[in-house]
């Protein structure tokens, strides 16, 4: 799936982009394959397991103490596989932008935010876990700090991106909040001095040019 993503990247700096569209979807249908299979091999598991607790439940029917049936079918979800399809998806969503596909773009971009704010969830709770069962602060646990802030970030720029294709299609409310949400991601990150936040400022001091609103956008 990395491959894809990387071979779509390419295709899109030569400006073949519907052959990267081609590749970026190829890299999500990849992890899709990779998630179904590690279901289908978890099923398999689950029923050998079913098939063992069977016969131990007929043999124990003359005991008094039958044994429990413990077995669990748990879905499968990677973090990582996440996240990448997550890249894939705003990689899709930026190049419907580039040609003007706006609502492709839309769709594609808001389902890559759901993902990434899933995948912050899920990171945060499982940091969360982790650090009420140990004391000390380690290397790994600094590490996910590290990956959860870079995941807010990228959340950021979603929501920067979707604030300036909003712009373009001249949804201006969507636009302003789209921004303002970015902003404050930003501000909390990165501070007010950093050139991203200057960036945003600048987008939704434009937003408030084109509603006439010009003392704000000042």
Do not use: M
Request: one cysteine or more; charged letters at 20%.
């Amino acid at each position: 799936a990395t491959l894809f993503v990387q071979l779509g990247n390419t295709y899109f700096q030569l400006q073949k982009f519907e052959i990267a569209i081609q590749n970026y979807q190829l890299a999500r249908r990849s992890l899709d394959s990779h998630t179904t299979t590690k279901r289908q091999t978890l099923h398999s598991s689950n029923n050998t397991t079913d098939a063992i607790q069977q016969q131990e439940n007929e043999s124990s029917k003359h005991t008094s103490s039958p044994i429990p049936n413990t077995s669990t079918k748990t879905k499968v979800w990677n973090l990582e596989d996440s996240i990448l399809d997550a890249q894939a998806l705003t990689n899709i969503a930026s190049t419907h932008a580039v040609l003007q596909q706006y609502e492709q773009a839309t769709t594609a971009y808001a389902e890559a935010l759901k993902l990434k704010r899933h995948a912050l969830r899920f990171s945060l709770e499982t940091q969360s876990s982790s650090s009420s069962n140990t004391k000390k602060s380690s290397p790994e646990t600094e590490q996910t700090t590290y990956n959860d802030n870079k995941l807010v970030l990228d959340i950021a720029r979603t929501l920067h991106n979707i604030g300036l294709l909003r712009f373009h299609q001249n949804y201006y409310t969507k636009a302003q909040d789209a921004y303002k949400q970015s902003l404050a991601l930003r501000v909390e990150k990165c501070g007010l001095d950093d050139l991203s936040v200057a960036c945003t400022l600048q987008n939704l001091g434009d937003v408030y040019f084109a509603q006439g609103d010009y003392n704000v956008a000042l």
